[in-house]
């Protein structure tokens, strides 16, 4: 039944079952959980790396914006010299070299006064060349001048760059002619060459609108030294972040190529006033570099939270299991009898109470057992010396207490068998009472029984332990006397019974007396149970013949001295 239940069906052990839903309740949402926030995190951190890219480029902004605007004050300053002015509108009338001199001195004057300054040059008002604090420049014809106001623009310049405001000189409402102050705009090369925050692929783009409209790179480029002023972009690549600064568009662009193809994330700046386009970028492999790291990190702790939830699992499962397990083992015990163990409470609370209820049964069951035991063998004693007294009764004979015959022949078997196994000798006496029939006849039968009685008593008396009385018959005897001599047995009979013939019984104030004959046999190498005693029982036969009150062997009576000088004594010879 056991066997049938055991194999019906999937079985799983307790712990196992508590293990594999400890980790499907813990560890498996524990990790979809962490694949979601490494998901989470990693748009996270690309819309931080975004966000990082707009404020760098807002600030850029704000600094080109605000140096550039430094230059345009510095301009206006020098442009707002009346004298130099009139100076000018003076040389459309007369040129004088003293005139022209005049216009140079305040030039230089002004030109000592600010700060990263090329030249200053005055033009006329067809934008000819009149005068300059640099002679190079007094060869070029100023280029589709401003109107109104200043127009700031990039020029490149040896190794440097410069940044030129051209602004109209005005006196009395006349325009007199064309003031062109140049700087060096160590400040944008400053910028590029700042990239903290960009990581190694990161880099600043400044264009500006070439004469066809593509965009042209106005600084040096980081994997281009060379570009700037010859490198363009063509105006059709709108999806190349430099497109979008100059179209006006300030905006995060994901995956968008930069000048050499590579995919970035960029942020594009337009700067209106001076028409011109910054971008700030890095390369995403570099972002997914970083989000790689991000991700390992991740993974690792992933694996250690997800290895420590196992760990719990396995720890709790135990936990939870193993008590159970115990008490498992333990009823096993008990079941198969074993009272002797205790279980130790562990583990949970219910665990240790069941434990504690489960103590307590067997304990009283143990008690049970043993007081059955006790019972049992109590029970066992009772029965053996019931077994011994219906065996003493099997074999003694109900009247006197003596042996009876069954228990005789079954010892005068093992006796005659010892005797010619030791080759010692064996006597074997048959003792029958005389006139007994007259006893019982005078007396009564009860008083034939306290005659057998105390007969029984006196040959239990003068016997030895090693003899063996038995009635066999309603008043004969058998003696059985191992290992005596011929003589010593003769005496000792002979005793035996003048001994009877002297008892004076009392039975309700009658005195009675009673004799007995006795056949004495030895027993032979040839002789069987039946035989010895068919001898003993001849040798009776002749002393009941001879008259009773006998001992007599096979030869005939036998008589003891000590029996002739007793019985000469009664008869008075
Ligand atoms: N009271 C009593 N008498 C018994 C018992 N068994 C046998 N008897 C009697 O013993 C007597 C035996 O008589 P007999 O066989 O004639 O022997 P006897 O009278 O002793 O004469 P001899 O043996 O020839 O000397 C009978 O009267 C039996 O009834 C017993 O258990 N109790």
Redesign the pocket.
């Known amino acids: 039944m056991a066997d049938k239940n055991k194999n019906s069906g999937f079985t799983i052990k307790l712990k196992h079952l508590l293990i594999v839903v400890f980790i499907f309740i813990s560890a498996v949402p524990l990790f979809f959980s962490l694949q979601y926030l490494n998901q989470y995190a990693q748009n996270q951190y690309r819309e931080q790396v975004g966000e990082k890219l707009e404020a760098l480029s807002l600030i850029a902004k704000q600094r080109i914006l605000t140096s550039v605007a430094r230059l345009e004050d510095s301009a206006a300053l020098i442009a707002s010299r009346t004298q130099m002015r009139a100076y000018l509108a003076q040389w459309g009338q007369q040129q004088s070299p003293e005139l022209l001199e005049q216009i140079n001195k305040i030039i230089f004057d002004a030109s000592a006064a600010v700060p990263h300054l090329h030249e200053i040059s005055l033009y006329n008002n067809e934008g000819a060349p009149l005068t300059s604090t640099i002679e190079a420049s007094l060869e070029e014809k100023l280029l589709s001048p401003p109107v109104k106001g200043t127009k700031v623009q990039a020029e490149p310049f040896e190794n440097s760059l410069l940044l030129t405001a051209v602004t109209p000189l005005i006196l009395d409402r006349k325009k007199v002619g064309y003031l062109k102050v140049a700087f060096f705009a160590d400040f944008l090369l400053e910028l590029i060459e700042e990239r903290a925050g960009l990581g190694t692929t990161g880099e600043w783009l400044i264009v500006t609108r070439s004469a066809e409209g593509h965009a042209l790179f106005v600084t040096p480029l980081k994997y281009d030294k060379n570009a700037a002023f010859t490198r363009i972009i063509d105006k059709a690549q709108i999806d190349i972040p430099t497109t979008q600064a100059l179209l006006g568009n300030e905006i995060l662009m994901d995956q968008a190529p930069d000048y050499m193809g590579q995919p970035v994330m960029a942020y594009t700046r337009y700067l209106p006033k001076q028409d011109w386009g910054l971008v700030v970028k890095m390369h995403e492999s570099e972002i997914a570099q970083l989000t790689v790291e991000f991700k390992r990190v991740l993974l690792l702790l992933e694996t250690v939270i997800i290895a420590l939830a196992v760990i719990i699992g396995v720890i709790v499962s135990f936990y939870i299991a193993m008590p159970i397990e115990r008490l498992r083992s333990f009823t096993q015990k008990v079941s198969s009898g074993d009272y002797s163990h205790n279980v130790e409470p562990s583990g949970w609370l219910e665990a240790k109470e069941l434990t504690h209820s489960f103590n307590t049964m067997t304990k009283s069951l143990r008690d049970l057992n043993e007081n059955l035991l006790k019972k049992v063998e109590e029970r066992t004693q009772e029965l053996d010396k019931a077994n011994q007294r219906l065996l003493e009764l099997a074999n003694k004979d109900e009247?006197t207490g003596v042996n009876n015959r069954r228990y005789f022949e079954e010892r005068l078997g093992q006796e005659i068998k010892r005797a010619k196994r030791n080759g010692s000798s064996l006597a074997l006496v048959m003792l029958?009472?005389?006139?007994?029939?007259?006893v019982?006849d005078t007396w009564g039968?009860l008083a034939?029984?306290q005659v057998?009685k105390t007969v029984s008593q006196k040959l239990q008396y003068c016997l030895r332990d090693t003899d063996i009385i038995a009635r066999i018959g309603?008043?004969e005897f058998c003696l059985v006397m191992p290992d005596g001599s011929y003589d010593g047995v003769i005496a000792h009979l002979e005793r035996i019974r003048i001994d009877i013939a002297a008892l004076k019984i009392i039975y309700e104030s009658h005195d009675i007396s009673i004799s007995c004959s006795m056949g004495l046999a030895f027993c032979r190498e040839s002789d069987t149970i039946q035989s010895l005693m068919e001898r003993a029982d001849d040798a009776l036969y002749l002393s009941?013949n001879a008259g009773?009150n006998k001992l007599s062997d096979e030869n005939g009576v036998v008589q003891s001295v000590m029996a002739s000088n007793t019985e000469a004594k009664k008869t008075g010879e």
């Open positions: 009247l029958d009472l005389d006139y007994f029939k007259v019982n039968h034939g029984d057998l309603g008043e009941k009773r």
